[in-house]
T-cell receptor
Framework: GAVVSQHPSRVICKSGTSVKIECRSL??????MFWYRQFPKQSLMLMAT?????????EQGVEKDKFLINHASLTLSTLTVTSAHPEDSSFYIC????????????FGDGTRLSIL | AQSVTQPDIHITVSEGASLELRCNYS??????LFWYVQSPGQGLQLLLK??????LVQGIKGFEAEFKRSQSSFNLRKPSVHWSDAAEYFC??????????????FGAGTRLFVKA
């Protein structure tokens, strides 16, 4: 089956640090990738949708300058949390999809971000 | 607006007992339907999907789901639950929009507890 690799799995860093999370589709070309944030015991909140070679589309309420998304190739998207603060601590999950309306999303294993 | 409802926040079943997790959606046409499972601290794994055709779909790990158009439901079932099935289960809907892409909408999730 389709495999999506997300790295790192866990990050602990000081407030003010910028953190980059990578999402790779290992065995298929992902024209579209999604970034989610998940709070404890809650569902996934879509942050943004990124298409290869174009700017990401952010959901309402998500700060573009805070959460920088780059989708430079068909197998890699990155999320950079800039100048992270404790309130940015969360579980971030990426997913990737082939560009076809009948394809499901395949998810990475998530990144646990803890800002001290 | 499109929505997905999982009425049960959590369910407890005995190992070996049957399981049914409920999912209802609200959408003007038949959407694409998915069930995902999430183990603690991990990403989501696709269990099964429905696009069209046979309304009873088989998935991995012995799960199946039945699409009922008249009830706008897509309930997940398993005849005999194993302790390893304890996890969070998400129902998801993917309406096809005219731009050719779509966003997947996730339910709030149902946490499954399995008792010995």
């Amino acid at each position: 089956g389709a495999v999506v690799s997300q790295h790192p799995s866990r990050v602990i860093c000081k407030s003010g640090t910028s953190v980059k999370i990578e999402c790779r589709s290992l065995d298929f070309q992902a024209t579209t990738m999604f970034w989610y944030r998940q709070f404890p015991k809650q569902s996934l909140m879509l942050m943004a949708t990124s298409n290869e070679g174009s700017k990401a589309t952010y959901e309402q309420g998500v700060e573009k300058d805070k959460f920088l998304i780059n989708h430079a190739s068909l197998t890699l998207s990155t999320l950079t949390v800039t100048s992270a603060h404790p309130e940015d601590s969360s579980f971030y999950i990426c997913s990737a999809r082939r560009d076809s309306s009948n394809q499901p999303q395949h998810f990475g294993d998530g990144t646990r971000l803890s800002i001290l | 607006a499109q929505s997905v409802t999982q009425p049960d926040i959590h369910i407890t079943v005995s190992e070996g007992a049957s399981l049914e997790l409920r999912c209802n959606y609200s959408y003007g046409a038949t959407p694409y339907l998915f069930w995902y499972v999430q183990s603690p601290g991990q990403g989501l794994q696709l269990l099964l999907k429905y696009f069209s055709g046979d309304t009873l779909v088989q998935g991995i790990k012995g799960f199946e789901a039945e699409f009922k158009r008249s009830q706008s439901s897509f309930n997940l079932r398993k005849p005999s639950v194993h302790w390893s099935d304890a996890a969070e289960y998400f129902c998801a809907v993917a309406p096809v929009i005219r731009t050719g892409g779509f966003k997947t909408i996730f339910g709030a999730g149902t946490r499954l507890f399995v008792k010995a």
